[in-house]
């Protein structure tokens, strides 16, 4: 047993060239690296005694790709430095001697992160300082309850199975990232900064975000020593491409995916299942998928299926996605101890599972009763349980659903009819896994072996390293949305592929989408969704949600109502509820509820275009598709308090009705000219408004400027619309922007196949408004096709132009019209550049 007291890291002693673009810092009893990358990212990473090599990316996180920046001494004050300046980023790096400091700067001298009082442990723990200036906002942190603005909380990263109630924490993932935010100061520094934070610990964290001390966030880590990057800005935008270019991006998902998806706990039928498929599309309530949680398995065996209830999974599938319906079933961690099981006796036969240190099974209860749990840190363990997927892909599933990752699981259990209750919390002290860099090497080597005969076979490694489950135990969501992710891609890779999952750390989004948990039906939980969201996605998971309705209780008509109307515009829309509660499909609350929640839907269907390019964003890299206000208005002080208000995308804000009995919304419209999405009203911000919000109406404001591709409702994605693309103009700005279509479906994208269509709105150039589409880019090919452009313009103007002829009045195509504050036309579209051109009215 060594010393376990945290040590001041006090003193810089020396330092020398270190990896490439870095330096090695000797201090004393700890060592360290310090490091800039070819986008201007910096890293520190500091032990006591020796370092340990750098896990990140044997856990999947990207390359780092280096800069070219040397140390140099300091003349006069000591310490050293360390700058690099290229076209992708720059960064320097100030090292004070004594008290050993680090300060990160901008190329105009900025200071982005000044960080002191270092302590590390020699059982790994470490601490440091980072100063916390007034003002300063702290948003991220992955999946949060509590407000947008994090400063003056204590928040903590261990991945547990705690729902998301207001106050708890820490919950289901642990994405141990935020952004801090400086406001705008005007004049002297007009514009508002951001810079970001990544804290690689996959044990226990925690995080005092300014609350103890109002100037400093402290950060702890419970194992691996110091491991801190900082991805500089100045825009979050910037801060997230250069923080998802290091732990990855989403996938393109495919486009059934961005539809509504329907879920309960469960449906336990073939004839359940059809019924609610058949309800959905009789009643014309668009919806993409259906979830099949645990219920479908052969006594909650993973991989099987419950064959009274399910006779024929294939034909079932066959037959829903005849109706345009994709399957995704639940696939939880845990596998029921049962000898008679070919999955249990597969995975003790390859000792896939997590053992105790002393060489014993680990074993858990969940719903399958006592349950093993693989070790998916083991590359090889991964490719083994990814292969067991094989008969659901053959089945006909379209995506998986993990759940129960973090992992969930306890000692004991009681068992009231079909209600389980959790008893007792496992005892997780003495369970080991594996150590990720080396169970990386092994496996490495293993394949180098198997590609190479000559190599003798690999008897010389000494046993595999292990280390506590809770050095490890924030990764292990993560690591089994990988064995999913990776064994799809490798058996279907021409398809795009949904994973959903409830744990992950930090680049979950490169292996899954998130949603949030086991809600309650209540307000309460409504609201916070949306900061927790925002800050989800500010943490790099675009693809989040939460189930629509809430989880766990009964939902009113008028919450369901309400919260049907934000979450068809969660990145993620799924409607999902426990057994206990009422059934939430759209048609258990009245038909008033029923068509509020048709309406919601059938807008997610118009807008399906504009998210599909928002999507198309996020994967290239690594915006979000819902982001806070101050996303897009970053100088703008009023906008950084809004939290219960979203933007989707650069064009669209929704503000919700989040209240019960309310009638009415109060809400902050930022700089600029807005327009109601779906009236006539207009606005000019920034200002505070209040809006009629009946029940059937969820208050959503387009941006002027605005050019937002939408088409007809369907009743899923896949489904050919009446009208395939009308573009919605809100003048009163000047944009530029790019329409994205693909396949929708295929990895093809990835070759070319994407057709990229240039819109460009000039607002009044010489006295008209003019919207130039480009001449269509790319290798996706479409059909000739009918195009509607519809400006919010009034009065009619005089005349239209279409590449400067006038275009005939009246209701043909190519036509034009105008009515009630909107101008349509209509043209053919067959992908040569155009310019549409209103003169309006002397
Ligand atoms: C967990 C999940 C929930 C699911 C249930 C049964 O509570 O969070 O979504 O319905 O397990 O699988």
Not at 117 to 123: K, M, R, S, T, V
Not at 208 to 224: N, Q
Not at 293 to 303: A, E, S
């Amino acid at each position: 047993m060594g010393d376990f007291r945290l040590r001041e890291v006090a003193r810089l002693v020396a330092f020398e060239p270190g990896p490439e673009g870095g330096v090695a810092l000797d201090l004393g009893a700890a060592r360290g690296v310090l490091r800039i990358a070819r986008d201007g990212a910096v890293q520190l990473r500091l032990g006591a005694g020796a370092l340990a090599p750098d896990p990140a990316e044997a856990i999947g996180f990207l390359p780092w790709r280096p800069s070219r920046a040397e140390p140099f001494p300091r003349e006069e004050e000591g310490g050293l430095g360390l700058a690099h300046a290229g076209p992708e980023g720059c960064a320097s790096v100030e090292v004070d001697e004594e008290p050993f400091a680090v300060r990160v700067r901008d190329r105009e001298g900025n200071v982005l992160a000044a960080l002191s009082d270092f302590a590390l442990g020699e059982d790994g723990r470490a601490r440091v300082d980072l100063a916390a200036p007034l003002g300063q906002r702290f948003h991220g942190f992955g999946e949060k309850t509590g407000g947008l603005d994090k400063r003056g909380d204590a928040l903590a990263m261990r991945s547990r199975d705690v729902p998301p109630f207001p106050g708890k924490d820490p919950l289901y993932a642990s994405i141990p990232f935020f952004l801090s935010v400086s406001p705008a100061r005007p004049p002297e520094d007009p514009h508002a900064r951001s810079t970001g934070f990544l804290w690689t610990c996959f044990a226990t964290s925690r995080f005092d975000v300014a609350k103890s001390d109002p100037f400093r966030v402290r950060l702890e880590a419970d194992a691996g020593g110091l491991d801190l990057t900082i991805f500089p800005g100045p825009h979050p935008r910037d801060v997230l491409r250069r923080y998802t270019a290091r732990v990855g991006r989403m996938p393109l998902p495919p486009l059934w995916a961005l539809g509504h998806h329907q879920s309960r706990w469960s449906y336990g039928s073939e004839a359940e299942v059809r019924r609610v498929a058949a309800e959905l599309r009789r009643r014309g309530i668009p919806s993409d998928a259906i979830h099949l949680d645990i219920d479908y398995m052969d006594g909650f065996r993973v991989f099987t299926w419950d064959r009274r209830r399910f006779p024929d999974p294939k034909g079932l599938l066959r037959d829903l996605r005849a109706q345009g319906f994709r399957v995704v079933p639940i696939v939880d961690p845990g596998v029921k101890v049962d000898p008679a099981y070919p999955v249990y006796r597969e995975g003790r036969a390859r000792d896939a599972f997590c053992r105790n240190a002393d060489g014993s099974p680990f074993q858990l209860y969940v719903w399958p009763k006592q349950s093993a749990l693989p070790d998916f840190v083991r590359p090889e363990v991964r490719a083994w349980w990814g292969e067991q997927h094989r008969p659901l892909i053959e089945a006909g599933v379209a995506g998986v659903w993990n759940d129960m990752n973090e992992p969930a699981g306890w000692a004991r259990e009681l068992r009231v009819g079909k209600l389980i209750l959790p008893w007792k919390a496992q005892d997780l002290s003495r369970v080991v896994q594996a150590d990720p860099v080396d169970a990386a090497e092994r496996a490495a080597k293993a394949a180098q072996r198997a590609d190479d005969d000559d190599l003798p076979p690999g008897d010389d490694e000494g046993a595999p390293k292990r280390v506590p489950h809770e050095h490890v135990r924030n990764l292990y969501g993560q690591m089994q949305c990988r064995a999913t992710r990776e064994f799809l891609e490798r058996a279907e890779p021409e398809r795009r592929h949904f994973v959903l999952t409830r744990s992950g750390f930090a680049g979950v989004q490169r292996w899954a989408a998130m949603w949030t948990g086991d809600s309650m039906s209540r307000w309460s939980h409504l609201r916070l969704s949306l900061p927790m969201l925002l800050n989800l996605s500010l943490s790099g998971v675009a693809f989040c949600g939460a189930d629509i309705g809430g989880f766990a209780g009964e939902a009113s008509p008028e919450l369901f109502a309400r919260w049907m109307q934000i979450g068809a515009l969660y990145p993620f829309a799924r409607t999902h509820s426990m057994w206990l509660g009422r059934r939430q499909e759209p048609w258990r609350y009245g038909a008033r509820v029923e068509a509020v929640a048709r309406a919601a839907l059938e807008l997610r269907m118009r807008l399906l275009p504009y998210l599909y390019g928002l999507f198309h964003e996020a994967a290239a890299s690594g915006a979000p598709v819902w982001r806070p206000l101050f996303w897009e208005f970053p100088d703008d002080d009023e906008a950084a308090r809004v939290e219960d208000q979203v933007m989707v995308g650069p064009s669209l804000l929704a503000a919700p009705v989040l209240v019960r009995g309310a009638r009415e919304r109060e809400l902050y419209l930022p700089p600029g000219v807005w327009y109601g999405f779906d009236d006539d009203a207009r606005w000019v911000g920034p200002r505070r408004i209040r809006v009629s919000a009946p029940l059937e109406r969820l208050p959503l404001f387009a941006r002027a400027g605005a050019v937002i591709p939408t088409r007809s409702p369907v009743r899923h994605a896949g489904e050919t619309p009446a009208e395939p693309l009308v573009l919605e103009v809100f003048p009163g700005a000047d944009s530029d922007g790019v329409l994205i279509e693909d396949d929708g479906e295929s990895t093809e994208h990835r070759h070319g196949a994407v057709a990229r269509t240039a819109l460009r709105l000039h607002d009044r150039a010489a006295g008209r408004l003019r919207l130039e589409l480009g001449r269509r880019e790319g290798g996706f090919g479409i059909e000739p096709r009918t195009l509607r452009v519809v400006f919010r313009a009034s009065p009619a103007p005089r005349s239209v132009y279409v590449d400067a002829l006038a275009l005939p009045a009246g209701a043909g195509r190519p036509g034009w019209s105008a009515s009630a504050g909107r101008v349509e036309v209509r043209l053919d579209d067959d992908g040569v550049a155009r310019s549409v051109e209103l003169d309006p009215a002397p």
